[in-house]
């Protein structure tokens, strides 16, 4: 792993998420600590039902957690049962999502789809257009730029997907399966891809898969069960 800089894109500590009360209570994350450096991608595995999705929300600030602590590049996003920033605005800003579905609006093009994150953010059109066609490019789909979702692959569409996440120039990419519906030539492809980002673009990349055969690509490997953290590999 080689990083430029490694400070800690995402710490977490004593996250707890629980579903329902009583007799249908459900402890879906339990007290998971864990973190990620600019420039390292991580994978987290587990079984099904073993909370991964549920403690990506929580890192992604899609769902609060019931108890914990979150700091994003250095500033801390929750803390004791309190949101300390505007979430719609810090997640714009530092965050970009990848998942299984690579979720293109069909009626724009894949460079009118990465510039629309920007553009809500409220860039200026020529530089969202230059960002988009740079990011196309770097990753290998420039020639798809002004096609239409239903004119590409599914390797395709993940790659422009990724290029959205990419747009605001992301701390930290979070990622649910997103290699799910590739098959595994494709789905090796990808995986390769966020190892670039994370490297070479000095984000943190988090991952959520079950296909093992690509694990060699992370830097680290996180094993969950029953809600809880419990191995780390390197």
Known sequence: MSLSNNNPALQAAGLTKIYG?????????R?????VARGEIVALVGPSGAGKSTLLALLGLIRPP???RIIIDET???DNHQVKVNVRRFRRQKFGFVFQKANLIPFLTAA??????ME????????SRRRAMELLEYLGVAERAENLPSMLSGGEEQRVAVARALANRPSLIVADEPTAALDSVHGRQVMELF????????????????DHRALDLFDRTLEMEDGQLRKSHN
């Open 21 to 29: 009360s009583g007799h249908t209570e459900v402890v879906a994350v």
């Open 31 to 35: 007290d998971v600590s864990l973190s």
């Open 66 to 68: 019931n108890t914990g």
């Open 76 to 78: 801390v996003v929750f």
């Open 112 to 117: 009118e789809n990465v510039r629309l994150a």
């Open 120 to 127: 809500i953010d409220d860039q200026p059109a020529r530089i």
């Open 195 to 210: 190892r670039k980002v994370a490297h070479e673009q000095n984000a943190g990349v988090i991952v959520v898969t079950h």
